[in-house]
């Protein structure tokens, strides 16, 4: 059965204080791999996509990786605005995409 | 920029109850879904349609019926509303392009009591 896994459920951090936040996968296909952020109250918001082992995509304090079996976010020295949860999904084609149950990070000024 | 809009934003319902989501969107993306999402588990995808006229039934569909007459509307039904869809739900839309991301709407709030 296909599963994608988020850890941890929850993430505490100080600001400046970098830290990983993991998505591993057990799928029969991978098409991709989706990273969205989710503000309370508020609808996911894409982030990246990767498609293939060893790709790697930036934005701003963020940073995505993709081995076969699981994906890094790594936040460097982040700032209380990245409080949010992050949510991994992956695509396997046709109309199927899985979601984890994200990681919920709190940055603490 | 609207992007997709869902109303309403907030609901309670009476179990037994039916009630239609509204959901639009205003970038000519073939491609809709409807999720759930509860308390520790993943989005779950309900309905989905691939164009105007076609839809099909996703992971949890029972309970819920969609229709999708225009490109740019994509309505949720609940036909006897039951504690257990007590849940947000989420309207996304995409290009259809493999590996294209979703663009979510902010959700409408259901609780059936």
New interface residues.
Partial sequence: EDQ?TQSPEALRLQEGESSSLNCSYTVSGL??L?W?RQDP??????LF?L?SAGEEKEKERLKATLTKKESFLHITAPKPEDSATY?C?V?TGG????????TRLFVKA | NAGVTQTPKFQVLKTGQSMTLQCAQDMNHEYMSWYRQDPGMGLRLIHYSVGAGITDQGEVPNGYNVSRSTTEDFPLRLLSAAPSQTSVYFCASSSGRVGAPQHFGDGTRLSIL
């Fill in positions: 994608v098409r991709g989706f969205y109250g508020k609808g996911p918001e894409f996509t498609y949510l999904a695509y109309f199927k995409t899985i979601f984890g149950a994200g």
